[in-house]
Nanobody
């Protein structure tokens, strides 16, 4: 059974940095897209970064230039490097993996940015 596990969430001051990690997808075959999403209290879950198997990335304007998604295939880990954090980046961050047949989510990790 696939279980994605995120880590790295923390309380940080505005302007600070964090790196989130997601592992547990070693047994997922034919991965198409990996991504990070976040959900703030009272808001819908939104995408913050995606990475296709071909290496193409997507970032919404709200995080472009501040967030970077990357993958270490040897470690079966995907990362989200977050810089210049803002209070509006606060939320639960979820790892997402989509294969040809299924979609998987992690349990989430809390990121809180204080002003």
């Amino acid at each position: 059974q696939v279980q994605l596990v995120e880590s790295g969430g923390d309380l940080v001051q505005a302007g600070g940095s964090l790196r989130l990690s997601c592992g547990g997808f070693k047994s997922i075959f034919n991965i198409k897209v990996m991504g990070w999403y976040r959900q703030a209290p009272g808001k819908q879950r939104e995408v913050v970064a995606t990475l296709t198997k071909d290496g193409n990335t997507f970032y919404p304007d709200s995080v472009k230039g501040r967030f970077t998604i990357s993958r270490d295939s040897a470690k079966n880990t995907v990362y989200l490097e977050m810089n210049s954090l803002k209070p509006e980046d606060t939320g639960v961050y979820y790892c997402n993996v989509r294969s040809q047949w299924n979609e998987y989510w992690g349990q989430g990790t809390q990121v809180t940015v204080s002003s």
